[in-house]
C-alpha cells in the first residue's frame, strides 16, 4: 500500500531533551515535507526537501532540523525541544508540485 | 496580507445544500493549486486539483481565477459526510513552498 509512514503517533517529552521523528514514504517521491498544524494557525510548512541532500527552509523552521540522506526518509530533529513546540506535526511526500502531498497519519508532540 | 486566506467559517449548511468556499493567494507567481479534506484531528486528504479551465469531481467543481488571484470549491448537493474542514494550498514557484489556508470548517446538518 503506497503511504507515509510517522513514527511516533504520540510523544510526550521534556524541554531540551533531543528527539527526532522519523517519516518514510514508499512511492519514490522526490519531494518531501514537514508541517506544523496549530490552532487558529493552520498548517505551516518547516521544512521541505527536492531530493537526497537537498532541503530548503519554510514558513517556520527555528528550532527544527531535518535531513535527507536516503529518498525515502525525512526525519524531523528537535535539538533541544520547547514547550512552544507542542504541536501537531504531519510529513508528506510528493512525485511533483503539480500532484500535491500524501500526507502522514501525525505525529501528536506534548513538551512538558 | 497574508499569502493565502480563507473564510474559516463555520458554514452550517443542510444536507442536499450546494456550498462554495473562495481562497484568495496574494503571489501572482504561484502555479499549482488544491484544494485538501481534512477530518477531525486526521490527516488532510488532496480532495482536488484546481486547473485554470476549471475541473470537476462528481458532486464537487473547483474553478481558478488567476486575474483576481482566487480559486473556488463548489459543492453540490451536501452530503453529511462532506462535513469537514476544507484546505485552500498554493505552491509557489518551481519548488514546493506549499501554503495553506487556514481552512474552512463545513458541517452539513440532517
Known amino acids: 500500500e503506497a503511504q507515509v509512514t510517522q513514527n511516533p503517533r504520540y510523544l510526550i517529552t521534556v524541554t531540551g531533551k533531543k528527539l527526532t521523528v522519523t517519516c518514510s514514504q514508499n512511492m519514490n517521491h522526490e519531494y518531501m515535507s514537514w508541517y506544523r498544524q496549530d490552532p487558529g494557525l493552520g498548517l505551516r510548512q518547516i521544512y521541505y526537501s527536492m531530493n537526497v541532500e537537498v532541503t530548503d527552509k519554510g514558513d517556520v523552521p527555528e528550532g527544527y532540523k531535518v535531513s535527507r540522506k536516503e529518498k525515502r526518509n525525512f526525519p524531523l530533529i528537535l535539538e533541544s525541544p520547547s514547550p512552544n513546540q507542542t504541536s501537531l506535526y504531519f510529513c508528506?511526500?510528493?512525485?511533483?508540485?503539480?500532484?500535491?502531498?500524501?500526507f502522514g497519519s501525525g505525529t501528536r508532540l506534548t513538551v512538558v | 496580507r497574508k499569502e493565502v486566506e480563507q473564510d474559516p467559517g463555520p458554514f452550517n449548511v443542510p444536507e442536499g445544500a450546494t456550498v462554495a468556499f473562495n481562497c484568495t493567494y496574494s503571489n501572482s507567481a504561484s502555479q499549482s493549486f488544491f484544494w485538501y479534506r481534512q477530518d477531525c484531528r486526521k490527516e488532510p486528504k488532496l480532495l482536488m486539483s484546481v486547473y485554470s479551465s476549471g475541473n470537476e469531481d462528481g458532486r464537487f467543481t473547483a474553478q481558478l481565477n488567476r486575474a483576481s488571484q482566487y480559486i473556488s470549491l463548489l459543492i453540490r448537493d451536501s452530503k453529511l459526510s462532506d462535513s469537514a474542514t476544507y484546505l485552500c494550498?498554493?505552491?509557489?514557484?518551481?519548488?514546493?513552498?506549499?501554503?495553506f489556508g487556514i481552512g474552512t470548517k463545513l458541517q452539513v446538518i440532517p
Open positions: 494550498v498554493v505552491n509557489i514557484g518551481g519548488y514546493q513552498k506549499v501554503t
Open positions: 508528506a511526500s510528493s512525485p511533483h508540485r503539480d500532484y500535491g502531498y500524501t
